[in-house]
């Protein structure tokens, strides 16, 4: 099995970095499994024997034991632009990135190989979306709600398995309650008490030591025979599990300040690209009170490591002419936000 990540900012980048909960190192041992770490893919391999030339699993997965199996994998920021360049963005440790080979949108994207699998619950494309963030808790709860009346508390797990269930009363008004699931280690749950239901991955590991996303793979025949890894018989079948995450997109602005070369007014001067649109020119002032004009993007632009090609400043004085034949694209750094409207900024000198 095979999990390979990618990031439309720079799809040769490597951007991650791979690691497995406690509990899930015990469970890869206790099955002759083991994992190996190849750039943004980790591969998750198991000791074999050969049986009449085939490469069969030495300690086979039975379905009794793959009902309440899962491997649990954390993936972690190598660089924290990640948080700059990604379109959606978890908050580190409050949200996180969840997905599993449970509930996924089964699809195979046309830039993929035949049998590569996207793990996301985005039902309009490959990458990853706002959908597949999840709420990060620990794994104790406090509980209050105000009520006369009893009501009860439950916790499910991501495999539908009721891990409490319990009738809590009220004391003066008030329902209270410690709600303790460690037991069940860290997961995926939904918790429902009072009327209020909240779905959320609950994890002491992750509170402390945040993780971009974490990827839960679980082996039980709930998991649709097209994604599954282990079969009823036990039999391992190779699967490749591929999670892309799309970069942000900004309206980009450039700011040019005429230092060296006159330009009468905004009407003088323009913006073209092969790819994109941008507004007219228009005069502006910078704190600075230096005077500049400011051409803006039209649409958003996704940001990229390998910028843009072909983004020139025109002068039309007489004949049109390039002021500047390749503008600079922004960086992650050159990130604002005014409005709820991201941009980037470049400063052009001419």
């Known amino acids: 099995m095979t999990l390979r990540m990618s990031h439309q900012y720079d799809v040769a980048a490597d951007m991650f970095m791979f690691d497995v909960s406690e509990q899930t190192l015990k469970k890869l041992k206790n099955h002759g499994l083991m994992l190996r770490h190849d750039g943004d893919a980790l591969h998750i391999l198991y000791e074999g024997i050969l049986v009449d030339d085939v490469l069969q699993p030495l300690k086979p997965i039975t379905s009794d ?7 649990q994998i954390y993936i972690r920021a190598k660089n924290p632009k990640l ?3 990604s379109e959606h963005i978890p908050e580190p440790g409050k949200s996180i990135f969840y997905f599993s080979n449970k509930d996924v949108v089964i699809r195979t994207s046309p830039s993929a190989s035949v049998g590569d699998i996207h793990l996301t619950s985005n039902t ?13 808790h620990p794994q104790r709860l406090d509980l209050s709600a105000q009520s006369g009346e009893p ?5 499910t797990s991501a495999l539908s398995k009721a891990c409490i269930y319990e009738l809590i009363k009220p004391v003066g008004g008030l329902l209270k309650v410690n709600a303790d699931f460690s037991q069940f280690g860290p997961g995926l749950f939904s918790l429902e008490f009072n009327d209020e239901t909240r779905d959320f991955f609950a994890s ?3 509170q402390r030591n945040s993780a971009f996303a974490v990827v839960e793979l679980f082996m039980n025949a709930d998991v649709d025979e097209a994604v599954r890894i282990v079969a009823v018989d036990g039999s391992v079948t190779k699967r490749e ?4 995450f799309s970069s942000r997109s900004t309206i980009w602005r450039y700011f040019v300040v005429p230092r060296h070369t006159t330009i009468p007014d905004a009407t003088q001067i323009s913006i073209q690209s092969d790819n994109h649109t941008f507004s007219p020119a228009i005069t502006t002032q910078l704190p600075s009170e230096e005077p500049a004009f400011v051409i803006q993007s039209i649409a958003p632009i996704p940001l990229r490591a390998l910028g843009e090609k072909n983004i020139a400043l025109k002068k039309s004085m007489g004949p049109v002419k390039d002021l500047v034949r390749h503008l600079p694209c922004p960086t992650p750094a050159a990130l604002t936000n005014e409005s709820e409207t991201d941009y980037s900024d ?3 000198y001419v």
């Open 151 to 155: 009501a009860v508390l439950s916790l």
């Open 124 to 136: 309009s494309g490959y990458t990853a979306d706002k959908s597949d963030i999840s709420m990060l």
């Open 346 to 348: 470049m400063y052009v």
């Open 83 to 85: 948080f700059l360049v």
């Open 241 to 244: 599990y591929r999670i892309e």
């Open 65 to 71: 034991v793959a009902k309440d199996l899962s491997l």
């Open 204 to 206: 002491d590991e992750l």
